[in-house]
């Protein structure tokens, strides 16, 4: 992650806790990049769930990620 700065827009973050196709690890580079940056995150991880599955019970992400968006995009 290298062109990260303080103007970009904040961000949301969530990745599957037990994802096989894309590693965990890549969210909590991409949150670090962020948080290197100055750039406000939020960073929600979906416990139980893979890659897929992750899209079909992610209910609490959802709301977070709303919540995420009210508070920044009003």
């Given at each position: 992650?290298?062109?990260?700065?303080?103007?970009d827009?904040?961000?949301?973050?969530?990745?599957?806790?037990?994802?096989?196709?894309?590693?965990?690890?890549?969210?909590?580079?991409?949150?670090?990049?962020?948080?290197?940056?100055?750039?406000?995150?939020?960073?929600?991880?979906?416990?139980?769930?893979?890659?897929?599955?992750?899209h079909?019970?992610?209910?609490?992400?959802?709301?977070?990620?709303?919540?995420?968006?009210?508070?920044?995009?009003?």
């Open positions: 992650i290298h062109r990260t700065n303080a103007s827009p904040a961000v949301f973050v969530y990745h599957a806790g037990l994802d096989s196709l894309v590693r965990i690890e890549h969210a909590e580079a991409y949150r670090a990049a962020l948080e290197r940056a100055g750039i406000t995150n939020e960073y929600f991880v979906i416990h139980g769930n893979g890659h897929i599955s992750a079909f019970f992610d209910g609490e992400a959802i709301e977070a990620a709303l919540a995420f968006l009210d508070r920044y995009l009003r």
